[in-house]
């Protein structure tokens, strides 16, 4: 069996760390560079960048001379952060996974860096992504499995946080480039509320899908990331418990002093799950409801063929779209599984996107119509169809976040148990649009017991 490169970083600890002095920025800086130089050319989850160690240092004495008192340091100060690299960064080039030409894809730096580096980040460098973040994989392998996918689009950020490159990175997610790669990797990934953190200065894929969001080792990372990074972030109030822990669960509804309501979207959307992921989920679920969580068994999505024919629809016509003017100039240097998606793209009419979107909307309706009817404050799902496929020649299905991301809705990954063969497994955990507080609030009594030995 090939070593495993597994050793996540608590970015909540990494920061509190920094920003106290322990370790002093330059030495922080040199052991990030040498992990990086010694564990990435088996991973190869950062894009190769020339003169990287001497960016970084330049940069940390910046933030050093900025900042040379604690308690007036910003929240974080000196960490390292990985950026999928469709992401805009001043000084770094996008390449979006591509062979285009250097500078094509050009364009002013992205609101999420400005306000990572506002914060007081390090941009570590630009994490591999799949072809445009769609289908064709970059060469990232699995921390846990080097010969398995790290799932996509979004591969360099998931498997940069496995592997303890850095604590945190950036990744977007159009279908499912966030939830699947943090599954597959065994972190934890955040998908916010779309439109939640600006997408200005991303290179699009499908504008009525895309959404940033991050990977970190654990939970408590994720609402520190997600705090600096989405607009009008609140504080959710209240308390609510699992098992006897406290856990801060939102102030209005079924929030405070009450475990969460669980709906489980029984149908033919859960029978995609494979075999062995879908009795790790059952067990998760008996786990939870051991520990006191209501979980309810929901009929959902009967038309969940639709529901996928509709989003592919939407999807291809704005990808192709996306890509008009640099497809017909660099067709050419498009990698096949990228080009097959524009043709289909290209051939969608504007009324079926149009009628797709009216669907959308139908949907958004039923969906939340049966949360109410059932009291279901989160829905619980697999969060991918099993364990990372072997290879790297595709980065696996998204279907487990496919009615989600169609919707909008916030959704994160858990790292909860192992295929029968050792690979990591996620449980994924989608609130309402807009309750991304309380959906991290809530997940945070759920991620207590799912880590209980």
């Known amino acids: ?34 992990l990086v130089e010694r564990v990435d050319p088996l991973l190869h989850a950062f894009v190769p960048e020339p003169g990287r160690h001497r960016r970084l240092r330049a940069r940390a004495r910046e933030l050093a001379a900025r900042y040379p008192e604690p308690a007036g340091r910003p929240p974080l100060y000196g960490v390292a952060v990985g950026v999928k690299d469709i992401v805009h960064v001043d000084g770094l080039p996008t390449h979006g996974g591509s062979a285009l030409p250097p500078g094509v894809l050009a364009g002013p730096q992205a609101a999420v860096v400005d306000r990572l580096l506002a ?48 604590p945190l990175a950036i990744g977007t997610q159009t279908v499912g480039s966030v939830i699947r790669p943090a599954a597959y990797c065994g972190v934890v990934g955040f998908r916010p509320t779309y439109g ?22 654990d939970l408590a990372g994720a609402a520190l990331a997600a705090s600096l990074l989405c607009d009008d972030w609140r504080s959710a109030g209240g308390a609510g418990s699992v098992g006897g822990a406290g856990v801060d669960g939102g102030g209005d509804g079924a929030g405070a002093g009450s475990a969460p309501v669980c709906g489980v979207p029984d149908g033919p959307y859960l029978e995609r799950a494979e075999p062995a992921a879908r009795r790790a989920f059952e067990e998760q679920l008996t786990r939870l409801e051991r520990a006191g969580v209501t979980v309810r068994r929901v009929p959902l999505l009967p038309d969940f063929a639709e529901v996928t024919r509709q989003l592919q629809t939407i999807n291809r016509f704005e990808l192709a779209r996306s890509h008009a003017d640099w ?3 660099f067709g050419g240097l498009y990698r096949p599984e990228t080009v ?43 969060s991918a169809t099993g364990g990372a496929p072997e290879g790297l020649h595709g980065t696996g299905d998204a279907v487990m976040s496919l009615p989600w991301s169609f919707l909008g809705l916030p959704a994160l990954s858990l790292p909860a148990g192992r295929t029968p063969d050792g690979l990591p497994l996620g449980l994924q955990v989608i609130g309402a649009a807009g309750e991304d507080e309380r959906l991290l609030a809530r997940a945070a009594s759920v991620e207590r017991v799912l880590a209980r030995p």
């Open 1 to 34: 069996m090939e070593e495993p490169l597994v050793r996540p970083r608590s970015l909540t600890a990494e920061a509190a760390g920094l920003r106290s002095g322990a370790p002093g920025l330059s030495e922080y800086v040199d052991r990030l560079c040498a």
């Open 119 to 166: 914060a007081g980040a390090l941009v570590a460098g630009k994490t591999v992504t799949a072809e445009f973040a769609a289908g064709a994989p970059g060469p990232t392998r699995n921390p846990h499995r080097p010969g398995h996918t790290p799932g996509g689009s979004s591969s360099g950020s998931a498997a940069a946080v496995a592997a303890g490159l850095v």
């Open 196 to 217: 939640r953190i600006p997408v200005a200065g991303v290179i699009p894929n499908a504008p009525s899908f895309d959404t940033l969001g991050v990977f970190t080792a």
């Open 327 to 329: 497809f017909t100039r």
């Open 340 to 382: 097959a998606s524009i043709r289909v793209g290209q051939g969608v009419a504007a009324e079926d996107r149009a009628s797709a979107l009216q669907f959308r909307e139908r949907l958004r309706e039923r969906v939340a119509a049966a949360a109410g009817a059932a009291g279901v404050d989160l829905w619980l799902t697999p």
